[in-house]
């Protein structure tokens, strides 16, 4: 646990010096005398830039970005404190919104548009952040070789029955920790427990780095099962429509499948403060929800717009309800039992 947690901070510092160092240089005293939004993102240029684009385009609002990992952004903000530039926090996983509200780089804000548009259990309860798009973490299984009637949830995984089968990315990822720490919530640590030490014992080869490589795994016959975000399948079938891989939606009938988001806050120092919401609350309409959703095949966290054709072919899920903050709240514990149960 401590190796684990030394290595991760220093790898926010080398990544925060590498930011100030790339990054072109932004003053607070510019950002606030000028018509210009300066976002902080962790989300790919990719990803966003188009959206930045559209809006200058709508409302002549300039914006200028930065895009790092969420770690360094973090700590990029809580050391410029009143002097950062930057008035608007875009970042993945519920764990990381909740963090950065706990370390109090983020503001409360009250918008009945955003309170409208994204669900309670998708944003903060004092308004410090709020989801913009949602990714499902589900089964992916290798439908040449087992049935969807053979899978039931993550717990299952367990089970004695999937020794040898079942392939994990590394618990080393936040998309895991999020998952564990959903788990530890709905059903306690030592149930939590029961279940890591049944994956660890399942698995049929050391844990991949990524999703991907997990899913190439079982399309080579490697295990047969394993679990990722939705949008991974997505990239991978869009690649190969026919490697044999298929999604099962887990959980349902109890807890539902676990959640998460991208999501956006406005900065506790934010000199355009006004603009920046703004912007949040644009970012929370049809239009906006359909490019941040659609740009990586995730579903949009307003629930009166649709997901796009390819993403609604996989089916209609129950979700868990839980508020998606439960993956910061509880994400040191779940770190804890995962190592644990050498779960690596």
Known sequence: MKAKMAAWVSGIAAATVAA???AEPVSAQEAAKSNELVIY????EHLVKPLFDLYTEKTGTKIRYITDKAGPLLAR????GRNTPADLLITVDAGNLWQASKQGVLQPIKSETLEKNIPENLRDEKGDWFGLSVRARTLVYASNRIKADDLKGY???ADP????????RTSKKVYNQSLVATMVERLGKDKTTQVLDGW???LAAPVFSNDTRAMEAVAAGICDVTVVNTYYFGRLQ???PDNGLKIFWANQGDSGVHVNISGAGVTRYAKNKDAAVDFLEWMSTEEAQHIIADSNMEYPANASVKPSEQVAS???FEADDLNVAIAGEKQIQAIQLMDKARYN
């Open 20 to 22: 100030f160092i790339v």
């Open 41 to 44: 993102s962790a989300r790919n």
């Open 77 to 80: 903000l809580e050391t410029e």
């Open 155 to 157: 717990e299952d995984l």
């Open 161 to 168: 029955r999937w020794k040898g089968r079942l392939c994990l």
């Open 200 to 202: 660890v014992s399942n």
């Open 238 to 240: 869009k690649k190969n």
């Open 314 to 316: 996989w089916g209609e």
